[in-house]
């Protein structure tokens, strides 16, 4: 909060009278006196003037900084950037980064951007900010260097499993506009939905693609994959509205926190649930927060196979309180719990179906002899038995070459076609 027209020694006199009254109280009276004394030597003795706002601020951020990596003050223009990225539209680089060990990290670059297509990886430590280093640095100061005027460059030097040393990468900033919700046909009846990020309208956008899929295949969606890798969360509404989708009841998700208002339970409603087809959920070490609510609703209700890597682990609530001056408190108030009643904190989801990323290379076959290659071979007949056989349908869908390529894909893809055959072969009733 920025303080406008009052001397420190007055901020701190009303903030010791706000806490006086009782025994508790006294205590933290007494504990104030040294925040008031630090205040008043560098007030007075400090060998440039400083802001009053400036030292109470500092104060505020350096008390947030001993709770936890996502409780932080959010300046105005800070709080009016927060509102916008859940509308999916900001400007920057791309990338959603927490700390991890005290270490500047990439949960997951934002899809079509510019760390995206630069080859910026979740789990990517941020050493500098052009020449600031990274070191001590709170995530708020760190997306206020990122960020800047739409094509302005900035460097920025990562760290990566693999590295020898760091390397500098150079982006150029730009318009950030997260489209939300992505889908298509893969083969024939089997759909692909891509949501990168739980944004105000993500549950519609994806009941929406859902539909459109079924148009697409005759009517029916035979399988699906719901790819929620590198989604670093988003709004909590938009992870339980994504849920009850799959889900015609029970519990998707609730929370515990020390006050009775951040004690929730969220339920699924059999209204709008799409068909139970199989259904395949890909997550990996960038899929965070809202991602990891809908992946442990379906897994513990095995409404999907969850295929993948074990999931980044962000399983805590930030709320956001405003304050005055058009600012804000982050605060974390709570933690997710999976209907199971398994913390997502620090733990993550772990797949059932572990696959781990691998580079995919197509090779020729072995030129094989065949039946038809020999001499005066028999041809296949075209009457008799085979009069009325229909010959098999060339599938309308194919994958494209970079969906081939996609390891962790073609074996969701292949397990859903796996699945289908196998109900077919289970002996009638």
Known sequence: MLIRGYTLSIVILMLIASVVGSHAEDERYRELELLTDVLTLIEHNYVDEVKAGDLLRGAVNGMLATLDPHSSFLPPEMYREMKIDTKGEFGGL??????????????????????????????????????????????????????????????ITIMRAGFTTPREFKLTREIIKIKSVKGKTLADGFGYVRLAQFQERSSVELAAILEQLRLENAGEIKGLILDLRNNPGGLLDQAIAVSDLFLERGLIVYTEGRDASSRMQFTARQQGTEPNYPLVLLINGGSASAAEIVAGALQDHHRAVILGTRSFGKGSVQTIIPLGDQAALRLTTARYYTPSGTSIQARGITPDIEVATVEVKEVQDPEFIHERDLRQHIEAPVNGVEKNAQAPSSPTFQPAEAERKDYQLMRALDLLKGWRIMNRLQPAA
């Not at 060990?101 to 510019?114: F, K, N, Q, R």
């Open 94 to 155: 791309g990338i959603e980064i927490s700390l991890r060990d005290d270490i500047l990290t990439i949960i997951a670059p934002l899809e079509d951007t510019p760390a995206d297509r630069a080859g910026l990886e979740a789990g990517d430590q941020i050493l500098k900010i052009e020449d600031s280093v990274t070191k001590g640095l709170g995530l708020d100061e760190a997306v206020n260097l990122m960020r800047g005027a739409p094509g302005t460059d900035v460097t």
